[in-house]
């Protein structure tokens, strides 16, 4: 990938990122449908690369077999993304549970 490029993405990666961190609501959203979410924040796949939801939530990446050396490139740095924003999607997943209070020393 030329550095013009990946200079470019990561400026727009980082916008994207960091609205994701400081905002719920745009991190659940991002999390929901990452790759609508990112063309809406000016990042959007290159027509050489196909996404697909695979397994109902994790997001794969598909390409020509024939692709050029500097689009591999781009893939790499799309696939880093993708799995970024499934790593923000778990903390909605998790879920709480009873949770004891710690044992006081009263009444000793």
Do not use: H, Q
Request: proline content about 4%; glycine content about 4%; charged content about 40%.
């Amino acid at each position: 990938m030329k550095n013009k490029r990946k200079v470019e993405l990561n400026e727009k990666w980082k916008k994207v990122a960091t609205k994701a961190v400081t905002d719920d609501n745009f991190r659940k959203k991002l999390a929901k449908n990452p790759i609508t979410v990112m063309k809406e924040c000016d990042l959007s796949l290159p027509n050489e690369i196909e996404a697909r939801l695979e397994a109902g939530y994790e997001i794969k990446l598909f390409t020509a077999p024939e692709l050029a050396e500097e689009m591999k490139e781009e893939v790499k740095w799309w696939k880093l993304r993708v799995d970024m924003i499934r790593e923000f999607g778990k903390d909605d997943k998790v879920t709480s549970g009873n949770i004891a209070a710690p044992a006081t020393e009263e009444g000793v």
